[in-house]
Structure formats: C-alpha cells, structure tokens
C-alpha cells in the first residue's frame, strides 16, 4: 500500500483572486493538517505559454506570498516552485513516451487554449498533462486536491500510471491517485457571468475579487454582482438554470465553511439584497487579512525566497530518490 500523500499545483500568476482562493488554496490549508502534503508553485507549466521573465519572476513570489498569507505552514508542508526539483522534468520526458499522442489529443483543456489554431500551439501545451502527471508521481502522491476542470488531467495521470505499471511489470510502482474536489464549490464563476470561470484574464476587474482587494472594492464589486429577479430559494434544485444564484450561495457557503443547503435554510425566500450585505461581510472579513498579509510579505522577498529553497531541497530529495527507482524500472542507468 503507498502511503497517503497530499500533492496539489498552482500557476504562477499575479494578482491571484477568490476563485483561486476557494478552488485550491483553502482547501490546501485544511488537508495540510490531515495528511503529509506536498504544494507545488508550477512555473514549468505557465511557460507553455510565453512569459515575461521579469513578471515570471513577481508571479512566482507573488503565489508564495499568497500561500503563506492563506495560511499554509511552511515548516510542516513541503512548497517549492516546480523548477528547482529537475527530476519533474525528466519524469515528464519519460511519461511522453508512455502516454499516447491519442490521448493528449482528447484533453479538452489543450482544445480551448490552443484554439482554433492548434497547429500553432506549443509542443508544450500538448504535451502538459504528462508534465503534470510526473509532478503527481515523482512524489508517488496518492491524493491530489484540484478544480473540476483538472478531472480529465487526473484521470490521465491514472492511465499514465496504470499503463507504466503494466508496460514494466513493476506492480503497482505508481499510485493510482483519487482527486480531492471540494464539495460546496468546485469552480467559483465570474461575477458578471455565472457561466465562466472566475478568471484573472477576464477583461473586466468587476468578474473577480482579487485576494488584494480592500473593503471598499470588495463590498462595491458583490453589490454590483449579477443575479436574477427571483427571492434565494430553500432548495438545491431552486437553484438550476441559475448559475449567477448558484455562485454567489456556493461562494458564501465555502467562505463560512457552511454546506449550500445550510445557506439555504438561512436566506431562503429572501432577496438578494439581504444576502448580499452578509455575502459581502464574509468576504471582506476572509479576504481583507489575506490581502494585508500577502502586501506585507511581499515586502521581504529574501523570506520568501528562502521559503522556497528550503521547500525545494526536500522536495528534491524525494524526487531524486524516487527516480533513480524509475531509472532502473526502466533499464536507464544515471552515471551522475
Ligand atoms: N494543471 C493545474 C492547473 O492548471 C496545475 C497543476 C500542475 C497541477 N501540476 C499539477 C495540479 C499537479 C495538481 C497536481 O490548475
């Protein structure tokens, strides 16, 4: 049997907002006392597309800060950036050559962001899900908490494993990892649009509440949310065909760590002006002392900075333990 073990990735990004918030980070926080978990900063994966290396850089602090500022412990998880510990990238080499091309063609996440012209996308886009799948096993996580959109990536990284298990009669070397998916909010939507993600690439800042926000904006940008005509209602099923409804109850709910139908009892039958002065009190109240904390970690990049290199030296050590076995699974031999 593998031993339980915890291993989630965030992309670097500035600015990070509630959705990131409430899909991930929260839930890192709460599995970090349940399990040994491993968080990953996956700057190899945002260069799939191109980056500024200057905001790379910012990006890559900024998601550090956030993560410490949310309240993960640095001493008791291991959180490093994805390419200080190199054998993700040579497990992710070897993983090209188990999964099939097949496969990634399938990835619906790689048709959206290659667009309509997928002839131009990078090999790197392609090919991402076995870099993520080799970020998952180098680790022989067995537990993987993500958004709903990363299902078909996790379901990847089991085929990966199963058939590098079966091609090496090795047993079962690798995992067969189960994805952590929160149960009150999987995806938190735009606040203009209860139909997409929350979303920092979203042209208009009134989608999103960004983790930097103060009060003022916080409380302007949940008035202005959209929402529909009707009272809240006291059912779940009151809540099909209202995506816009459905967000900002399971936003509340996952901000007071409450179910939905808990939310329901509350403010069903009332309107959403009600539920809005709550809604915003509870983000202003979570959100506020995550923000100051990341502005003012923010000011010392050395702590930051040695946050990440000692996350990365015991990351390595596993990662490196770990593939010199799947070299000699293979037949490879590493004279360094
Ligand atoms: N693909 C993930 C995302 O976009 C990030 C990621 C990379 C990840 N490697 C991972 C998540 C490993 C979980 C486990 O959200």
Redesign the pocket.
């Given at each position: 049997m593998h031993k339980k073990r915890v291993?989630?990735?965030?992309?670097p990004t500035g600015n990070l907002h509630l959705g990131n918030y409430l899909g991930?980070i929260k839930n890192f926080v709460e599995l970090q006392n349940k399990f040994e978990c491993v968080y990953?900063i996956?700057d190899l994966?945002a260069i799939t597309n191109h980056q500024d290396p200057k905001d790379l850089k910012s990006n890559i602090l900024e998601t550090i800060a956030t993560f410490i500022a949310s309240g993960l412990d640095p001493e008791k998880n291991i959180i490093f950036n994805q390419a200080s510990v190199s054998a993700h990238s040579e497990l992710a080499w070897i993983f090209n050559c188990v999964a099939r091309i097949g496969w990634m063609n399938r990835m619906t996440q790689f048709k959206e962001k290659a667009g309509v012209n997928k002839e131009n996308a990078s090999v790197g886009l392609l090919v991402?899900p076995n870099?993520?799948a080799a970020?998952?096993l180098i680790y022989k996580a067995t537990h993987?908490p993500?958004?709903e959109?990363?299902k078909q990536?996790l379901e990847l990284t089991r085929d990966i494993a199963k058939k590098f298990n079966n091609d090496f009669k090795c047993g079962n070397y690798f995992p067969i990892v189960e994805p952590l998916i929160p149960k009150e909010i999987s995806r938190v939507m735009s606040l203009r649009d209860g139909k997409k993600k929350m979303s920092k690439s979203e042209d208009s800042d009134q989608s999103r509440i960004n983790l930097k926000d103060d009060k003022d904006i916080i409380d302007k940008k949940i008035k202005r949310a959209k929402t529909d005509n009707n009272p809240i209602p006291s059912e779940i099923n009151g809540l099909e065909n209202r995506d816009e409804a459905k967000n900002l109850i399971s936003i509340f709910a996952s901000l007071n760590g409450i179910k939905v139908s808990e939310v329901l009892k509350e403010f069903g039958g009332k309107n959403f002006s009600t539920f809005k002065n709550k809604l915003s009190e509870s983000a202003v109240e979570k959100i506020c002392p995550i923000g100051n904390e990341i502005k003012k970690l923010l000011k010392d990049k050395s702590y930051l900075d040695q946050i990440l290199e000692t996350g990365a030296k015991r990351a390595d050590l596993i990662a490196k333990n770990n593939l010199k076995e799947i070299y000699e699974i293979i037949g490879l031999t590493k004279f360094t």
């Open positions: 291993f989630s990735g965030v992309q991930a990953c996956v994966h991402y870099l993520m970020d998952i993987v993500v958004g959109d990363q990536h």
